[in-house]
């Protein structure tokens, strides 16, 4: 379609409105209220321009109009002109000009345009209106509704793409503002993306007010690390310092928005309480001495020599979902390839097997968010867990008719968007996923005894049967009292659909990249097994040895250390006691293992129980590298500020300890560079992760192979099925085929119930503690239960209770929540002072709690 | 104060009316004016788990009407225009003269509760002037002492005027099958059966 902008002939899509059209071939019509993720409203009417269709020009608002076969716009005639002058006078008779001391002037839409367009005196002498300056209304987002324009944006965003519409405009005409319910705050998971595109300096938070000045910043396109949707981000600083984070507008992953996590979760970064230089203490004989700080020589030398003392199966490293790509690289190199131990896992029991996320067939999030496509969700609340990918999925429900069938333990912040919505009984999620796959192939199916009705099931199989462009299915650990197992048998039993693809969601922030880089037990770089023969070349000459035996997982590793197993336990970023499902488990490993270094940003609780060494490690934003998203879309993560003190960047710190143990054995790896081209040189799946790939997709990234619809499948599928189940130390037997009925868990004896783990946005985590946008904001300990349990309890709601299992208890308030089934009782993993893992032994597929009062 | 148990089943039907229940936000917003005498926060509240609708998109909905009120008011509203028609008629006049004579500030409300002073623009009625309303009823021509026998006869209860938020004395109940509805397309031609007939019924 053509029509023609100023004289000048431009190629339109249909359907597009004017304003994008003209943008598109270079010209920018000014706006304040059109926003492109968002739906036109035509409110601040600044993007008037001369339009004729065929009956004249006339002046029409171009974010409203959509292109259409002749068009004529005239975006520089007298008329426009005066129409733009006209409306930004009019804008600014309420304005209080108070630029000198607002936060948006350097970088204000309202001011530039006024520059360029606008009327450059004010003709308006009377009084402006005048309101209280800031309202907080939210913890962090503060409202000036002086410096209003009434454009919409934050309220279309809170309600069209957050859900959360709890500001509003309130009042008519001269009298209308922004504003809450009376004691409801903008309490959205999403309210900072308001701030940012808030085109004047109405909407400002509480990180970054008054801090800086727009001209003072310098930024750097990154990642976001707090979880695993990998959100871009422009991160920017001043004098050597992180200020504030904005989202950038990746098309594939985040549509410019972020959670408030994500964009204030930096915050923790410039804590008073970072590492800043190894330290070391003396564990021995049972008390600790005081922690002194060391040199990195004599911190290195001191793990390099326990390492080399012992055999290397009994050396193990937990964690390192934290790190970049090219530090779990190297991490992966210096545990199997230098020291040869493949008791590495970057899960901390709270993850699926490697096996299944990696080798069944990848979705992308657009592949799951396509129009008309069908999404089932077996895993955590996208809601609490990875937020931008709840906006993604949320988009495509409510715009592009993408049908949801959950099935998950308990109601998520997609529940009243879903199509269907099946609560399986805590274990019970795999056999009803076998008689959900068996309806929908026209197989006869039991409905057992999943809890959920055969109606149900049946309403159900019917939308995924109909789903004939394939189905993706969000695939994670709904409920992290429930074994792996169970989410993994589920798997499987999904995958017999024909063209269904798995976006896993697996929640640590760079855990598929851990995967990728081989930090996980069996596995090498690039989905090669120990075992297998794949690239056997490349991988040899990089790497110095291999393990000689498969290893153990993080439940293993700490059963092994609790035993006398483990002589040298390395925490790379991890919190066992607090992330591990265990509790109990991860004490006693940490107490067992002989010596317990930490490679972290802060002195977590594990490593205040345990370690003797603790090394300092650069955080992001600090170091160079890049990032691996839960599609497997890998985009750089980088550099802006020196990390504090002497910390070190982690993939140095593996490279110090690996040329201590094997000298020569990292030779030219002295870069990220250098590391990734290694990583691409060893792992087929990396080979697409060239330099240029990189810059040539600053902003989207690069799809790994096997990632997506569009990849080829992963390396690692073999004979239909990926191989499940490793055989460690404790792991319950592989679920292969269809799980047998006859082991389905019983249901409760009358007044326990099943427990239901699941996270919330903020949490108790170690970041979040350090953050001090998120104080206050996790949720308190609550014992979630049916209202029809609380009626036939003898307790009421709001009574202290506590929550016991066969292997611990945790504190909690009794709460009354539709969204639990009768017979489950949920509570938040990680509540201050309630950590649910209390609660949870290793290796069973479902925890029965009661409750009693206290 | 929420909805009564017998307005909130008066509010399920509205909202059976409707196609989506959210059409049904002003009608139940005027149900709990005619309740409160004004729009409570808990009815608000209220009235968005109804509807499905958030407390803040209530409020911002209500807001943009006048008749809606967050404040307790009187029992009975006066507006005096004071819009150029009544303005050259002397309603600037007897606004101040209504202020003085109850003893409040324009926009409040006297001790009893009785009466709400509030200054209006043109409400369409300029061959009166200077006129105002009581709880939305005309009063045309009004001299000073028209005014202070109004609040008199409104404090004596002599005048046929409901309170403030009262919708309507008589309510309507029209059965089922002579509801108008929605008519399918394909019945489009024919007015519905009770259309230019008299006898509707109008039950109290």
């Known amino acids: 379609m053509e029509i023609t902008v100023d004289g000048v002939a431009v190629q339109a899509t249909p359907g597009e409105m004017l304003i994008e059209a003209c943008e598109r071939s270079g010209t920018y019509i000014p706006r304040f209220c059109y926003h492109s993720r968002m739906s036109p409203v035509g409110m601040c009417r600044m993007c008037l321009v001369e339009v004729d269709t065929g009956r004249g020009f006339a002046l029409q608002p171009s974010c409203m109009v959509p292109v259409s076969e002749g068009m004529k716009v005239s975006t520089e005639s007298e008329v426009t002109k005066k129409a733009q002058d006209g409306v930004l006078e009019f804008l600014l008779i309420n304005h209080p000009l108070d630029c000198p001391v607002c ?148 098309d594939a992953v985040n549509w410019g928005w972020l959670t408030d996590k994500e964009r204030f979760g930096f915050e923790a970064l410039n804590s008073a309480e970072r590492l800043t230089a190894p330290m070391l203490r003396d564990a021995a004989g049972g008390g600790v001495s005081e922690w002194q700080e060391a040199g990195w020589g004599e911190a290195l030398d001191r793990i390099a020599g326990a390492v080399g003392a012992v055999p290397p199966e009994r050396v193990a490293v937990l964690g390192g979902a934290r790190l970049t790509n090219e530090a779990q690289y190297m991490w992966a190199k210096l545990a199997k390839g230098v020291i040869g131990t493949d008791n590495v896992d970057a899960q901390l029991g709270d993850g699926l097997d490697p096996a299944v996320v990696l080798g069944l067939p990848r979705a992308t999030i657009d592949d799951a968010c396509r129009p008309g496509g069908t999404v089932v969700l077996i895993g955590p609340d996208p809601k609490e867990e990875l937020g931008t990918l709840y906006l993604r999925l949320r988009h495509g429900i409510v715009n592009d008719g993408v049908k949801l069938i959950e099935v998950t ?62 189905v993706t299915a969000v695939l994670g650990r709904a409920s992290l009292a429930e074994g792996a197992e169970v989410v993994e048998a589920a798997a499987m039993e999904l995958s017999a659909l024909p063209s269904v693809r798995f976006l896993p969601a697996l929640r640590r922030g760079n855990v598929m990249g851990a995967l990728e880089a081989g930090l996980a037990p069996e596995l090498l770089p690039g989905r090669v097994r120990l075992d297998g023969v794949e690239d056997e070349g490349s991988l040899a000459e990089a790497w110095p040895r291999r393990p000689a035996a498969a290893g153990l997982d993080a439940a293993s590793v700490l059963r092994a250390a609790a035993r006398g197993d483990i002589d040298v336990l390395v925490l790379v970023g991890a919190d066992p006691l607090n992330d591990f499902i265990d509790r109990d488990l991860a004490y006693r490993g940490l107490r067992g293992a002989s010596l317990v270094a930490a490679v972290d940003m802060f002195l977590n609780d594990s490593a205040t129980l345990a370690a003797e060494i603790v090394l300092a490690a650069a955080g992001p934003t600090e170091c160079d590298g890049t990032f691996t998203n839960l599609e497997g879309r890998v985009s750089p993560m980088s550099r802006k500020v020196t990390p504090p003190g002497t910390s070190r960047p982690d993939w140095m710190i593996a490279a110090d300890l ?52 569009t990849g080829k499948a992963g390396g690692w599928r073999r004979s239909g099925r990926p191989t499940m189940g490793r055989s460690p130390v404790g792991r319950t037997e592989p679920a292969t085929g269809p799980a047998g009925r006859e082991d389905l868990p019983e249901p409760p004896p009358d007044g326990a119930f099943l427990l239901v783990a699941t996270r919330t946005m903020y949490d108790d985590g170690t970041m979040l503690r350090h ?50 089934p009768a017979g489950s009782l949920r509570v938040h993993w990680l509540a201050p002072g309630s950590p649910a893992n209390s609660l949870i032994a290793a290796g069973t597929d479902v925890t029965a709690v009661e409750v009693e009062a206290r | 104060m929420t909805l009564s148990p017998a307005n909130e089943a008066l509010a399920a039907e509205i909202i059976s009316w409707f196609p989506r229940s959210r059409s049904a936000l002003i009608p139940l917003l005027h149900l709990a004016q005619e309740q409160d005498g004004y729009l409570t926060d808990d009815a608000m509240r209220h009235i968005g788990e109804l509807v499905g609708a958030t407390p803040a998109e209530v409020k911002g909905t209500a807001g943009f009407y006048e008749m809606f009120r967050f404040e307790p008011v009187g029992t009975y509203m006066i507006n005096v225009c004071t819009n150029i028609s009544c303005l050259l008629w002397g309603g600037e006049e007897l606004l101040h003269h209504a202020a003085e004579s109850l003893g409040v500030e324009v926009g409040g409300t006297t001790d009893d509760g009785m009466i709400t002073l509030e ?43 409901p309170r403030h938020g009262a919708l309507s004395a008589v309510r309507q109940s029209i059965p089922a099958e002579r509801l108008a509805g929605v008519i399918p397309p394909e019945q489009a031609r024919e007015a519905p059966v009770w259309l230019g007939r008299n006898d509707v019924e109008v039950a109290g």
């Open chain 1, 658 to 709: 690996a040329e201590r143990l094997k000298p020569g054995s990292t030779e030219g790896l002295d870069s990220p560079q250098a590391i990734r081209a290694e990583l691409a040189r060893v792992s087929s799946v990396h080979s697409s992760l060239t330099e240029q790939a990189l810059q040539e997709n600053p902003v989207e990234g690069v799809l790994l192979a096997g990632a997506g619809a």
């Open chain 1, 771 to 820: 953050c001090p946008s998120s104080q206050g904001l996790a949720p308190a300990a609550s014992a979630r239960i049916n209202p029809a349990d609380l009626d036939r309890s003898s307790l009421g709601e709001g009574a202290a209770v506590r929550v016991v299992s066969d292997f611990g208890h945790i504190e909690a308030t009794l709460t009354a929540d539709r969204g639990v």
């Open chain 2, 119 to 161: 200054e209006a623009e043109c409400i369409a009625a300029c061959t009166e002037a200077p006129c105002l309303q009581v709880n939305y009823r005309y009063r045309g021509r009004v001299t000073h002492d028209d005014f202070d026998r109004l609040v008199d006869d409104l404090r004596a209860s002599r005048l046929d005027i």
């Open chain 1, 103 to 250: 936060d948006k002037g350097g970088e204000c839409p309202l001011q530039d345009q006024t520059m360029a367009y606008g009327p450059g005196e004010t003709r308006f002498v009377e009084e402006k209106r005048h309101f209280a300056k800031p309202i907080a209304i939210s913890e962090t987002v503060y409202l000036d509704r002086e410096r209003c324009i009434l454009c919409d944006r934050c309220t279309r965003f809170a309600d069209e793409v957050a859900g959360d519409a709890l500001i509003q405009f309130m009042g008519r005409g001269n009298h209308t503002e922004v504003n809450t319910f009376p004691d409801e705050p903008f309490a959205s998971y999403f309210s900072g993306n308001t701030v940012q595109i808030c085109p004047v300096g109405a909407l400002t938070a509480a990180p970054y007010r008054f801090k800086a000045r727009p001209w003072d910043l310098t930024e750097t396109l990154s990642t976001a690390w707090v979880d695993s949707v990998g959100a871009r981000v422009a991160v920017q600083a001043s004098r050597n310092r992180v200020l504030r984070v904005l989202g950038a507008d990746a």
């Open chain 1, 409 to 470: 333990p308990c109601e998520t912040g997609l529940s009243h968007l879903a199509q269907h919505s099946l609560r399986p009984r805590p274990g019970t999620a795999a056999q009803l996923v076998s008689a959900l796959v068996a309806a929908a192939v026209g197989d006869g199916f039991e409905a057992g005894s999943t809890g959920v009705d055969r109606s149900e099931i049946e309403a159900a199989a019917q939308c995924l049967a109909e789903a004939d462009d394939g």
